[in-house]
């Protein structure tokens, strides 16, 4: 089993920035990559970005230029900066392990818990 727990989040004001993190224990052999999904109300959850061991790390378009995502290989925790935010950012946010492999991040279901965004003025 892997556990993935989350922190951060919070309420902002469109413009301003916030940073997730994740950490990852537990049985996390086989675990080559780490992805961060968000669900909106009414709306299905969607990827918004993934980060690969010795591979690429990929963004949502529209979430490009605005969200960084990183890890710490030595606290098996990745994060998510998100800067410019703005309302339709708002979403709970919750991080995956998975595997990376022909080109494609496949999720597998180790979930967090998940965390509130919410950005409104």
């Known amino acids: 089993q892997v556990q993935l727990v989350e922190s951060g989040g919070g309420l902002v004001q469109p413009g301003e920035s916030l940073r997730l993190s994740c950490a990852a224990s537990?049985?996390?052999?086989?675990?080559?990559?780490m992805g961060w999904y968000r669900q909106a109300p009414g709306k299905e959850r969607e990827l918004v970005a993934t980060i690969t061991i010795g591979g690429p790390t990929k963004y949502a378009d529209s979430v490009k230029g605005r969200f960084t995502l990183s890890r710490d290989n030595a606290k098996n925790t990745v994060s998510l900066q998100m800067n410019s935010l703005a309302p339709e950012d708002t979403a709970v946010y919750y991080c995956n392990a998975g595997t990376y492999w022909g080109g494609t991040y496949r999720p597998l279901d180790y979930w967090g818990q998940g965390t509130q965004v919410t950005v409104s003025s």
């Open positions: 537990g049985s996390i052999f086989g675990i080559n990559a």
